[in-house]
């Protein structure tokens, strides 16, 4: 096991060159918590270790926004504390790609998902799962990462050949330059695709809606040892939840998988933004009525109304129209629902997040209004 095996290149070992000087030692985040990080280092003997690390205040303070903040797959400068003292984390190298999902328009909100991620799977399936329009999604949201996309049209063996090659040609013509895969993960075919892009060194992180077979293609890139449940064993610490926290796993066979629990929100996210334009059309026309803030129904000058009488308009497509609002509000309390506690948690904890004793003092006493 060497650095390169965690990702490491000339470009990181450039940038570390100050941080060398000042005897930090380059790390790689695996593990985000709402009160440190975890991070893959080397100790003296070039033995790979797993330690826990804290946020420096000034690398706090830094960030014009959360995400500029160190997160799972982002390369840091640590200072190794001595016994009974943190280690901290100085700074944050530059990132190579950042897998985000961002709020649109109204806030400037910004998930980061993983960093330093080579290629995003997307997983989905030629029936039920298949949606161009969310496909696109997951394209732009991968186009802006700066990884590369590959999408496993998983289940092939469940369904009829021509189907299988239609979904495939369908999202293939939205995206020329992504890698689309026919897939039964049952027969082993995904973990081939998922392999072949894996070495020594490359991230991936696998991003679909729940049911596509995502767990069934990690437990076969894990190993018999590994499963993807929310069972804890305590002894073993096996079969550790890995999606109620953020983390980074080397895989037994190269390369590392990063698995976070904002994958779902991904989804819901895609399917928020898709649900919405399927109606654009609608919206459009919705903006021709003669107050903004028509309810469409016996309002004067609705154009909506006026469309429907016209026969331009269904009623019923209307109707589903009118309780798109309440659709997904239902979507995200759904999700919301399947966020884990600890999550939730994160995000309270949020603003003491990762910081070291003497500055969360120094914070609590500025929360309090005293000064320095
Ligand atoms: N026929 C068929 N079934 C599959 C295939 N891959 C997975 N499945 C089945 O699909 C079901 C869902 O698979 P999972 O791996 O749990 O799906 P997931 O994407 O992880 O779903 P979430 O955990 O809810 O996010 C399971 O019963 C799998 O056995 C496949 O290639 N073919
Ligand atoms: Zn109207």
Known sequence: MT?????????LAQAFEPHAKQGRVPA??????????????????????????????KVWHDAPTDAELPAVGDWVAVELGGENEDHVIRARLPRSSCFSRKV????????????????IAVVTDPG???????????????GRSGAKPVVLVNKSDAFPEDQCNEAVAELQALSP???IHLTSALEGSGLEILKRHLSPGSTMCIVGSSGVGKS????????????????????????????????LVLLPGGGMLIDNPGMREIQMWTDEQTLRESFADV????????????????DKGCAIRAAVEAGELEIERLESFLRLDEE????????????????????????VKARNLEDRIEYEREQRGEWR
């Open 216 to 247: 069934t293609l990690v437990n076969q890139l894990m190993g018999e040892e590994w499963q993807w449940t929310s069972e804890v064993n305590e002894v073993t610490g096996k079969g550790r939840h890995t999606t109620t926290s953020r983390e």
């Open 3 to 11: 650095l390169a095996d965690l990702g490491w290149n000339d470009e």
């Open 283 to 298: 919206e459009a026309v919705a903006a021709e009525c003669k107050f903004h803030d028509c309810k469409h129904g016996t």
């Open 28 to 57: 790689r985040l695996n593990r985000e918590t709402p009160i440190n990080y975890g991070a893959f280092v080397f100790d003296n003997d070039g033995q790979l270790e797993d330690i826990d690390v804290v946020l420096s205040g």
């Open 328 to 351: 997904i509000e239902d979507l995200q309390r759904r999700a919301k629902k399947r966020q884990i506690t600890t999550e939730r948690r994160a995000k309270r904890n949020h603003r």
């Open 177 to 179: 330059e992504a890698e």
């Open 128 to 142: 039920p799962d298949h949606n161009p329009r969310r496909m696109e999604r997951y394209f732009a949201l991968i």
């Open 104 to 119: 649109p328009g109204k806030s400037v909100e910004e998930q980061v998902i993983g960093t330093n991620v080579d290629v």
